[in-house]
């Protein structure tokens, strides 16, 4: 219980961070387990639950600041939900489980420390483009505990399919549907949250709440993102040489 309350302020900095931008933070949360030598079997309900604690949040702040775009989510959400759902129904080997969440982790830190992708006239999703990248992403966040954020928020900037208030504000819900699929699938694993998962979730919402109210105003996180980068690093290389 007291190794789990040593976290509450790491986890909590995850969620201002990542809220401000729309996400949930579960890779985030998923580093600082890694970091703090948490068990693969005990992080990933972990932190798809926390995720969707913050991701709701988020939802709800992005919505109400009028950035959100149902065209654009739907279709991603559609294909990547029963895929989230089969990924979380499958409990990867501990070895497969840390290579997988060290590949993750370091593509969230190389995301964090690339410029904003180049402003320029938006497109529309081609189908092929929504099915094939909702499905991976999908089931991508299953297997490894996340909501897909990590994924989603920069292939629409990079292609172009939405601007940056408006990805972080689809980016949101769409965490929060795939979150709830990867863990339906995986819920046989619930009873292996930790007994501060209690405050574990008061702490990641209260910050994911400052931090979404901020990123859906006037937020500027830039200045934050490499130190949140080094950190994700560190993990995945702690993740393949544990």
């Known amino acids: 219980?007291?190794?789990?309350?040593?976290?509450?302020?790491?986890?909590?900095?995850?969620?201002?961070?990542?809220?401000?931008?729309?996400?949930?933070?579960?890779?985030?949360?998923?580093?600082?387990?890694?970091?703090?030598?948490?068990?693969?079997?005990?992080?990933?309900?972990?932190?798809?639950?926390?995720?969707?604690?913050v991701s709701l949040v988020g939802t709800v702040m992005f919505f109400r600041a009028g950035h959100f775009a149902?065209?654009?989510?739907?279709?991603?959400?559609?294909?990547?939900?029963?895929?989230?759902?089969?990924?979380?129904?499958?409990?990867?080997?501990?070895?497969?489980?840390?290579?997988?969440?060290?590949a993750a982790l370091a593509f969230a830190a190389v995301r964090f420390v690339l410029p904003a992708a180049a402003g320029g006239e938006l497109r529309r999703p081609p189908v092929v483009g929504v099915i094939v990248a909702g499905a991976v992403i999908g089931l991508l966040s299953g297997l490894i505990g996340v909501g897909g954020g990590i994924f989603l928020t920069p292939l629409l900037l990079l292609c172009r399919w939405s601007d940056t208030k408006t990805a972080a504000a689809v980016s949101a819900p769409f965490i929060f549907v795939n979150s709830a699929a990867g863990l339906a699938g995986a819920s046989a694993s619930l009873h292996k949250l930790p007994a501060a998962w209690p405050w574990l979730a008061v702490a990641v919402v209260a910050a994911g709440w400052v931090g979404a109210r901020w990123g859906s105003g006037i937020a500027k996180p830039a200045q934050l993102r490499p130190a949140l980068a080094l950190v994700l690093a560190v993990a995945a290389v702690k993740m393949v040489i544990v």
């Not at 949930?24 to 972990?46: C, D, E, F, I, R």
């Open 70 to 102: 149902w065209r654009l989510f739907w279709p991603f959400a559609a294909v990547a939900v029963p895929c989230a759902f089969l990924g979380g129904r499958v409990a990867l080997p501990a070895e497969y489980f840390r290579w997988l969440l060290a």
């Open 1 to 53: 219980m007291n190794d789990w309350l040593l976290l509450l302020l790491p986890l909590a900095l995850i969620a201002v961070l990542y809220a401000s931008v729309g996400h949930g933070g579960a890779s985030g949360y998923l580093a600082v387990m890694a970091l703090a030598g948490v068990a693969p079997a005990v992080m990933k309900p972990t932190a798809l639950t926390l995720n969707l604690a």
